[in-house]
Nanobody, 123 residues
Framework: QVQLVESGGGLVQTGGSLRLSCAASGGDFSTYTMAWFRQAPGKEREYVAAMHWRGSITYNTDSVKGRFTISRDNAKNMVYLHLNSLLPEDTAVYYC????????????????WGQGTQVTVSS
């Protein structure tokens, strides 16, 4: 079992920045692909970014357009999502996920999920 706990969300103005953190415990963190998803009210869960345990990174370029950066620290069992140039449409609950899957953009391919952290961007 892997437990994931997100933090770092909050209220920020358009153009602002946040750093989301996800602390993992209970498993061999370095062997998991780690990802971030988000879900806005009334919308489906949306893939944001993923970092394979071997280090390759993918982004949902349509939505994040170079504004977000995913990183991980295997020594600390942490994964991060840096959010820059935030827009009101980035408002959502952001979830951290862990899995051993090649389908990194599919939410149903991940085994473990955190409880989510709210990001609200005011206009």
């Amino acid at each position: 079992q892997v437990q994931l706990v997100e933090s770092g969300g909050g209220l920020v103005q358009t153009g602002g920045s946040l750093r989301l953190s996800c602390a993992a415990s209970g498993g061999d963190f370095s062997t998991y692909t780690m990802a971030w998803f988000r879900q806005a009210p009334g919308k489906e869960r949306e893939y944001v970014a993923a970092m394979h345990w071997r280090g390759s990174i993918t982004y949902n370029t349509d939505s994040v357009k170079g504004r977000f950066t995913i990183s991980r620290d295997n020594a600390k069992n942490m994964v991060y999502l840096h959010l820059n140039s935030l827009l009101p449409e980035d408002t959502a609950v952001y979830y951290c996920a862990a899995g051993r899957t090649p389908r990194v953009t599919s939410w149903d391919a991940y085994t473990y999920w955190g409880q989510g952290t709210q990001v609200t961007v005011s206009s």
